[in-house]
């Protein structure tokens, strides 16, 4: 029953019917709000600010404005920092209670929208509820903090994680030959061409393989790698291609991407090229040309987008003459060559390789970083180092590791470097080049894995020697696979420098 205007209500009563009510509770909502919050605004649905309360006002100088006319007409977004007004406005959703943090500092918020009869968001009202919440609402607000610090710390790891693992400024020297090796990676760099690097073993390939495309327009996406040498040959083309679902039976029943479709948009780096056999040889020459591949047993074509970077040990020109490596890929891969130095033809370059190494080795070991005595820069300075920068840091570790000294001498290189696991392996063997300090199973006590280790170098130098250096027939006289042969020896490269190789062909 409604109420008529000239009755003058009965003062304790409350309305009887609904919109009397809820227009009542409206009105005592405003009236509380406006007197206990700390601030109100209303913007209109062109983001406008139209109105501000008298409590409001007193934000305005932290904010920026010097009075009410500055700010008034404004659109919401331009003179309040991190505002979410327009995602009302946008959505029509109140938000209840919010923290917003501007340079005016920390505020408890509410977000309401405003409707017309039809309905519309015609505008929406901010509530500022509490300013300084930090004392009102400690626990909730350290809470917030905590939680924004984890954010941050999460989104850092984040960020160092993709991070890419070398720069060209990793690749360390300042010799001219070093120096112009990075010329030429920042140079192809900027290009999408293919890239073959080619240097003995240990020189930084793969490094510089990282720094190139971390230094390209391809740096976001991924840099996927295969050592063709280490996958055996009947699995190298799957690995290539990919497999299509129901090619096969068994774990691959399901297809599985190849490192093309893997790397798509991104860089694909194929190490050791020379060692792919001839018949896959024409099949990568096919996926170079077109951008195309074909995964096993499909009979559909994706298309890719992969920049290549190969890089080889091998004389590859030697190899097109000998028919071991069709002449066609060869020129394809070789439009933008670069040859890294061994580390002989820049010795200049030893300490500081040594410095970045040691720290490296320092940092990985959780160990302090050994300091090298002038004598001992002059013994690395005199080593052919077959084994190039991968032997020199081997070289570095193994010292630092047996030695509690914090300051490694001439001596520390030279006194590890008879290889004796047998008591009769004769010293004559071991060029003092090539020396590797090593453990001999004469000595009373020695870690059992550097043991196992010594032996297993002794094993494969031997067996390499007697098959004049074929990898192939050595790995089939230890009875290890070819893939695990190519492990030990991309760990101990010296092994293989020291006998002349004559491939797997
Ligand atoms: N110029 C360099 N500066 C610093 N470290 C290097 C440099 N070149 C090579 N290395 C290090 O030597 C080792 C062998 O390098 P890698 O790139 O694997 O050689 P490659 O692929 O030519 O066999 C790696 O540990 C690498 O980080
Ligand atoms: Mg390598």
């Known amino acids: 029953m409604p109420l008529s205007k000239n009755q003058t209500p009965p003062a304790l009563d409350i309305p009887q019917d609904v919109d009397g009510l809820l227009r009542l509770a409206a009105q005592s909502m405003f009236d509380v709000l406006a007197r206990s919050t700390e601030g109100m605004m209303v913007v209109d649905r062109h983001h406008r600010v139209v109105w501000i309360s008298d409590g409001y006002k007193r934000f305005l100088p932290a904010l920026g404005f010097n009075d009410e006319h500055e700010f008034v007409g404004k659109r919401v977004e331009d003179v309040v920092p991190n505002t979410q007004m327009l995602q009302v406005l946008e959505t029509g959703k109140p938000v209840l209670v919010d923290l917003l943090t501007n340079r005016a500092g920390t505020f408890l918020v509410s977000r309401l929208p405003l409707r017309n009869e039809a309905g519309e968001v015609i505008g929406a009202l901010g509530l500022v509820l509490l300013d300084h919440p930090e004392t009102t609402m400690q626990p909730l607000i350290q809470k917030f903090g905590r939680l924004q610090q984890e954010l941050e710390d999460t989104r850092r790891q984040l960020a160092a994680q993709r991070r890419p693992k070398y720069t060209i400024a990793s690749f360390i020297g300042a010799s001219p030959a070093a120096l112009e090796v990075k010329r030429q990676a920042r140079r192809v760099a900027q290009t999408d061409s293919t890239v073959l690097l080619l240097g003995e073993t240990g020189t930084g390939k793969e490094l510089l393989a990282h720094a190139i495309h971390s230094a390209s327009r391809r740096a976001h996406r991924p840099l996927v790698s295969v050592n063709i040498a280490a996958v055996p040959e009947t699995l190298l083309e799957a690995e290539f291609f990919g497999v299509a679902p129901g090619a096969y039976t068994g774990a691959e029943r399901k297809g599985r991407d190849g490192k093309f479709k893997l790397a798509d948009g991104g860089t694909l780096f194929l190490d050791e090229i020379g060692d792919m056999p001839l018949a896959l040889q024409s099949k990568l020459l096919r996926v170079l040309q077109e951008q195309e591949v074909e995964p096993l047993g499909s009979n559909t074509v994706l298309r890719v987008d992969v920049r290549v970077i190969a890089a080889t040990s091998r004389d590859l020109a ?118 590797a300090p090593a453990i001999s199973t004469a000595q009373a006590v020695a870690p059992l894995p550097e043991l196992i280790e010594a032996l297993e170098r002794d094993a494969i130098r031997r067996a390499l020697q007697a098959t004049g250096g074929n990898r192939m027939a050595a790995a089939r006289l230890l009875q290890i696979s070819r893939a695990s042969l190519y492990e030990r020896l991309a760990r101990w490269p010296e092994l293989e420098a020291k006998v002349q190789v004559s491939g797997d062909a």
């Open 318 to 435: 030697a190899m097109v003459a000998a028919g071991s490596f069709r002449a066609d890929l060869y020129y394809r891969l070789n439009v933008l060559p670069i040859r890294v130095p061994a580390l002989r033809e820049r010795l200049d370059d030893i300490e500081a390789l040594a410095e970045a190494l040691g720290e490296d080795i320092a940092r990985r070991s959780g160990m302090p970083q050994k300091l090298l005595s002038p004598d001992a820069l002059e013994w690395l300075g005199r080593q052919s180092w077959p084994g190039n920068i991968r032997e020199l840091r081997n070289t570095l570790e193994q010292v630092s590791l047996m030695s509690d000294d914090m300051q490694l001498t001439a001596a520390h290189f030279q006194g590890g470097a008879a290889l004796a696991v047998a008591d009769e392996a004769p010293p004559a063997a071991v060029a003092p080049a090539a020396a």
